[in-house]
């Protein structure tokens, strides 16, 4: 792996911005074209992220043109860096997959920009991409050696069987897991997810993340899936899916993860399904008798979409540095005030700022998109250091701040 990009490679890097900033969906777009045409590539993607829009060509955009903007100091990119890995570990991307987009990247770069692609910015972009892909590559190899030699882990797909299946609201189903084998699990950082890899019977194979609800145990796993109405993989699993059944499941992953060694207050704050890697860490925290201060706050819609209620009111019940509040935004006249919720109508920043300590607090963020843009960058705004806004977030990684 080189160890510096060549100073003619960032110069010519740097010349394509404005060419990137105007065209840079359309050459990511042509490369997915391209890199779609292999069945092995196009598996690996979540093919529903390819509509709305084309939120993931916009993605990759964007982060192909904060390369070239930051190509003299790519250290402000590792932890851009850090979350692919990540999700490449997940989804069992390996060194072979790479060669595939340089080909498809180049190619599309060259079928946009026509007679601008010269010779030259081709080479430089290939240089580019391969100076990138091999950090990817060697973090990636840390990761994957990392869970192959931990207790209980492994690498590649493993079978699990479902052990229970408890529907928790209307839309929210979980689904425990164990090992086929019935060894040990490796015991996950709270807040990470795994990645299955289902095959759908005559519509092929489909790859997901659901966050993990449970703690570590070192046993089992525990997800809770939301009934998507389009969704072909939570509806298999909501519908088809039994005691019993067997799944492909790659090892946890992800770099949103409850921090273990600071003595903050924590503010988990969640939307929706979003509650699920916040219940893990719940767990975790009252498992272990934590010390430290915790506000559980979670936004539904009403007691009918709110999953887990009971369960998250006897894991606080009796605990004093423990404080949960719950938001329904439209309570159905079944709902008890006091009982299933505390709150009517939306979690708001000034409740935050009035109720939490909001400025000393590590906050952990998940939920639906316009949760977190509200949030993410609403925090942000208020004085919150960003280094303790955490957040997960489902779908391409872009910027929450557009």
Known sequence: MARELSAATKAVVRATVPALAAHGAEITAAMYVLLFQDEEVRNLFNQSNQGEGGRQTKALAQAILAYAQNVDNLAVLGPAVERIAQKHVGLQIQRHHYPHVATALLAAIKQVLGEAATDEVLAAWGEAYWFLADILIGREKQVYDELGSAEGGWTGWRRFRIADKRRESDVITSFVLEAEDQG?????????????????????????????????NGKTYRISVKREPSGAVSNYLHDDVVVGDVLDVAAPAGDFFLKQNSSRPVILLSGGVGLTPMVSMLEDMTARKSAIDVYYVHGAEDGKAHA???????????????????????????????????????????????????????????????????????????????????????????????
């Open 184 to 216: 040990l699990v490796v015991r996950h950082r709270p807040g990470q997810y795994l990645t299955f890899r289902i095959e759908l019977p005559g519509r092929g194979e489909y790859r997901r993340n659901y966050s993990i609800s449970s703690a570590p």
């Open 308 to 402: 887990m209620g009971e369960h998250v009111r006897k894991l606080t019940f009796g605990h004093q540095g423990i404080r949960s509040a719950i938001f329904y935004r439209t309570p159905h006249s079944d709902d008890r005030k006091g009982v299933h919720y505390d709150q009517e109508g939306y979690v708001t920043l000034e409740w935050l700022a009035e109720n939490t300590p909001l400025k000393d607090a590590d906050i952990y963020l998940c939920g639906p998109k316009p949760f977190l843009a509200v949030f993410v960058n609403g925090l942000a705004k208020a004085g919150v250091p960003k280094d303790r806004i955490h957040y997960e977030f489902f779908g391409p990684a872009d910027d929450l701040a557009a």
